[in-house]
């Protein structure tokens, strides 16, 4: 149906100008159906991922979908790192910032909403680009459902960075986001007169738990000012550590998906991007992953 639609419709056209190729394929033929495609972007914390997602729906007339189990709650932009409206360039991004931080969004919820978002980004005559670090989410709306891979095509991309350049980047990142205000955003939602619980909702969020020893203190009003700055220096050292360790471990779940799945990604090496700064950095990173990404998906497209 959506074919013949394509077929008589002009690609709606989005807020900014594009030079991919265009996404609708004639065909003269009612019965025979080709699957409608999708981009999913992979990769551990702190890699670039939404960066290139970015990138690619510049490109192309695309819709970016977050696949960050954190980044679907509302509120703690700063510790779940949330793109800010400046860095998504008008693009338009589903499940992000969208339900009730105290609720639980499942794999389920995900492969749900994530479905209707697809459809909708489709009806559009868009792109839809899955991007974000929870690959159980990915993994609960490709292979646990089964309808998906009947419907659509998918191309894996894989943002891939040498873990102990990334680790060290990811360390910094941490520093970056106290400065801009990880204590006081955390300190908002904490509430000291309840018992502790951090496995439900976005309070699961890597640098929620991690303070509770340093905001309860703080709030209690029992230690002096250099045991506090102890505890905050040891709450900071902890987020860093958990968030190296998140990022290992996702590394390990995408080769597992690759490896026993058997999903074909492609694999972008984006190392060299961050041992570069600032201007060498973003020429490393058109050489080394949104040119090659971009041919990647042209080549998807027109298959
Ligand atoms: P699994 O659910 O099987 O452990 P997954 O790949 O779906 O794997 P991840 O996305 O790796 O799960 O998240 C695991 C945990 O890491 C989350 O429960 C949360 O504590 C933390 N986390 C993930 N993303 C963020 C984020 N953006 N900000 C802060 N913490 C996060």
């Known amino acids: 149906m959506r074919i013949l639609m394509s077929a008589c419709k002009q690609v709606v056209q989005p807020m900014v100008s594009f030079h991919g190729p265009a996404l609708t394929h004639i065909n003269m033929d009612p019965f025979f159906r080709r699957k409608d495609k999708v981009v999913i972007v992979m990769g551990a914390t702190g890699t670039g991922k939404s960066r290139l997602a970015i990138d690619l729906a510049m490109h192309y007339p695309a819709e970016i979908i977050n696949s960050d189990k954190m980044q679907?709650?509302?509120?703690?932009?700063?510790?779940?790192?949330?793109?800010?409206?400046?860095?998504?360039?008008?693009?338009?991004?589903?499940?992000?910032?969208?339900?009730?931080?105290?609720?639980?969004?499942?794999?389920?919820?995900?492969?749900?909403?994530?479905?209707?978002?697809?459809?909708?980004?489709?009806?559009?005559?868009?792109?839809?680009?899955?991007?974000?670090?929870?690959?159980?989410?990915?993994?609960?709306?490709?292979?646990?459902?089964?309808?998906?891979?009947?419907?659509?095509?998918?191309?894996?991309?894989?943002?891939?960075?040498?873990?102990?350049?990334?680790?060290?980047?990811?360390?910094?990142?941490?520093?970056?986001?106290?400065?801009?205000?990880?204590?006081?955003?955390?300190?908002?939602?904490?509430?000291?007169?309840?018992?502790?619980?951090?496995?439900?909702?976005?309070?699961?969020?890597?640098?929620?738990?991690?303070?509770?020893?340093?905001?309860?203190?703080?709030?209690?009003?029992?230690?002096?000012?250099?045991?506090?700055?102890?505890?905050?220096?040891?709450?900071?050292?902890?987020?860093?550590?958990?968030?190296?360790?998140?990022?290992y471990r996702q590394l390990q779940k995408i080769r597992r998906l690759q490896a026993r799945r058997g999903w074909n990604m492609h694999r972008l090496d984006a190392t060299e991007v961050f041992l570069k700064h600032q201007g060498e950095a973003d020429q490393a990173w058109e050489k080394f992953v949104a040119t090659p990404a971009t041919r990647m998906v042209d080549k998807f497209l027109l298959d």
């Not at 509120?75 to 400046?86: A, M, P, R, S, Y």
């Not at 479905?115 to 991007?131: G, K, M, T, V």
């Not at 955390?186 to 509770?212: C, L, W």
């Open 72 to 247: 679907v709650y509302k509120g703690l932009d700063i510790v779940t790192n949330k793109v800010t409206e400046e860095e998504c360039k008008g693009i338009p991004h589903h499940l992000i910032g969208k339900f009730d931080p105290n609720s639980n969004f499942t794999a389920n919820d995900f492969k749900d909403h994530a479905s209707l978002a697809i459809e909708s980004i489709l009806e559009r005559d868009r792109l839809p680009i899955i991007a974000g670090g929870s690959n159980s989410y990915i993994e609960a709306l490709v292979d646990k459902h089964s309808e998906f891979r009947m419907k659509y095509e998918c191309c894996f991309l894989w943002v891939d960075v040498a873990i102990p350049v990334l680790h060290s980047f990811v360390s910094k990142r941490v520093d970056r986001m106290v400065k801009v205000g990880l204590v006081d955003e955390v300190r908002k939602m904490f509430d000291s007169t309840t018992e502790a619980e951090y496995t439900n909702g976005i309070r699961q969020a890597i640098g929620v738990p991690e303070m509770h020893e340093y905001l309860h203190c703080e709030a209690s009003g029992s230690n002096d000012d250099e045991t506090q700055e102890r505890l905050l220096q040891a709450a900071i050292s902890k987020i860093k550590e958990n968030t190296c360790i998140l990022a």
